[in-house]
């Protein structure tokens, strides 16, 4: 079940912002390192708290969370059609749920279709190539 993340979810959340932050590391990417946790878990919070952050849940729990928000424009600009995207943040997916990715971003672009958006713009670190080349595919 997909469903919009509720305060009670936050622990979990956290959890698996943790999990994600330990694998990441193992594997050398040099992303969500802990010494911004404190600032990622407000960041977190207030996106559960003002209805931001979706999630999809089974029996055992989270298996993948999202959050849209608007455009970050430290990085977008107004000559980036700013209105024609839906803004994707904080993605993860429990290590559990491997490969539950793509029907979590076929979610997101449904999502951003019914808004009428051209795409799907997703945040992530920019030196983060391998990343890059799986979206782009």
Not at 116 to 127: A, G
Request: net charge negative.
């Amino acid at each position: 079940m997909i469903r919009l993340a509720e305060e009670s979810d936050l622990p979990q959340l956290l959890e698996l912002r943790t999990e994600a932050e330990e694998w990441r590391a193992s594997k050398n990417v040099d992303q969500w390192v802990p010494a911004w946790r404190e600032r990622i878990e407000k960041l977190m919070t207030k996106r559960v708290e003002e209805r931001k952050t979706w999630i999809k849940v089974d029996d055992e729990g989270i298996c993948w969370t999202l959050s849209f928000d608007g455009p970050d424009l430290d990085f977008w600009t107004e000559e980036d059609d700013l209105d024609s995207a839906l803004y994707m943040y904080k993605f993860i997916v429990a290590r559990r749920c491997a490969g539950q990715g793509t029907e979590a971003l076929g979610w997101a672009l449904r999502c951003a279709h019914s808004q009428s958006k051209k795409s799907l713009r997703i945040d992530f670190h920019i030196n983060n190539d391998r990343l890059a080349r799986y979206y782009e595919t």
